[in-house]
């Protein structure tokens, strides 16, 4: 699904009017439509709802939402958060519907305004059509009012479009805006959604179809909110006859004394990613940790000064460079003085496709020149913002932006870790995710996504393609694990080793009757594993 800024929001409704005939009340009843579904799914058995709206479409929507309310039984109020003669036509219209249907609204002129206000907190729910994505410049007058007495109402609210007060591109908050528990919007996924407030404000989210042509939805945009088909289709097969070698020999370059753990994990979330071979680079006394927890893993010790990597490991690494279709570089190195050194010397004639993570990334920061090999780098907010040479609150408040920039400046793959992880690619839309989970904000889990992707390079996968099915498998993994062990308080390890079930379930639900699993001895025709429910 194409992301739709609020400028191509606004275009897809004036074209759908314009080239398809199909009129705007159609668009706003279904659009009301679909909130009343949610509504319904927030109040099954009825209750006591105040539908709060604004004087453009916004509002238009909420007095359908209203009107098809007090139809079904609902105890219905009607805010109005303007003078009736300051509505738009669309919305008028919808009023005076409304209005014939027994709907009572209640405008910011009548007396009655603002004891309405007072009595949100003993309703059991709250719909939020004060204002659309078209809204810039700060919120003030009776719509601020209104937002403040729904925030604090302590009401379950359910946005219409966008939570109101929320900018549609950036996701910052204009002065004041709905804190919602569910949002509908429309058509295509907003900006909003994945950074700025809006992605605390949002709440739960989902996007409804409401009539505008899927030639319009399917027009080519700047981001791109990944599905599961997609990612399905471009993971590698893994042939009936394939040997180890064919399936990526992954080198994961990393450790020192005091963050020996970082490429145990690696190396784990690679072998469990389905690489052929994995080699550890490291010091000698982390080789010893890796051999304890992951005996498949193949050794590359490494000279060592001061506890952390020697610059002659260079040397070393790059005389082994063609053995390997794809490396991680990072997982706990340090960036000491040492370590910097090294970096320098072995990227200068680096050529194979390559992650820069962690300690790899502060090493760019601190003016280390990047492989001309092809590369994905996977910072969290604050290693880009050391990268970009910025405050990590300017890097979350435009991400979309920042990741735009970081691509353009290096030339090179970037993934933007966090809350729906963005990747940027030379040439490419920026991809958006949609899995992992809040629990997943704990040590370890970047050195599992890096070695995930250093084997779908590995495997040969571009790098916009590595990297968006990096993220996307790594968070399904975390969201088995919520789902299993709870919501917090598993470990990357948990993920690393839910990797492969990831993988199957991803495989299954895009293509039930794939050979890949429904052949395998032990699996039932169908696919699904024996013994499993």
Known sequence: MWIATAAQSKEIDARATREFGVPATVLMERAGLAVFDALRELLPEGGRVSVLCGRGNNGGDGFVTARLALEAGYDVDCI????????????KVQCDVARAQGVQPVFVDDARWARRLECLPYKDLLVDAL???GTEGHVRGAVAEAIHAMNRAGV???????PSGIHADTGEELGASVWALRTVTFGLAKPFLF??????????WTVAEIGFPNSL????????????????????????????GENGHVLIVGGSERYPGAVIMAARSALRAGAGLVTVASLPSVLQAVAAAVPEAIHLPLPEREGVLAPEAAHVIAAEQDRFQGALFGPGLTHHPSVLQALSELWVHWRTPCVIDADALNAVALGVKLPKAPCVLTPHPG??????????????????????????RFHQAVLLKGPYSI?????????VNCTGNPGMASGGMGDVLGGVIATLLAQDLPMACAASAGMFWHGLAGDLCAQRIGPIGFSATDVANALPEARAKLISSCCPNSLSYSSWPGSSASGQPKGRS
């Open 80 to 91: 109005v958060a303007a003078a009736e003669s300051d509505l738009t036509n669309e919305a």
């Open 131 to 133: 204002l659309g994505t």
């Open 156 to 162: 379950p609210v359910l946005s219409v479009d966008l």
């Open 195 to 204: 950074q700025g407030l809006g992605i605390e404000h949002a709440g739960y």
């Open 217 to 244: 939805l399917r027009e080519s945009r700047e981001a791109k909110l990944l599905d599961s088909g997609w990612i399905a289709d471009i993971l590698p097969e893994r042939m009936r006859a394939s040997h180890k």
């Open 383 to 408: 290693e880009l913002s050391r990268l970009m040479h910025c405050s990590i609150a300017e890097i979350n408040a435009d991400r979309f932006g920042s990741v735009r920039t970081a691509r353009d």
């Open 423 to 431: 990747v940027g690619a030379p040439d490419e839309p920026l991809y």
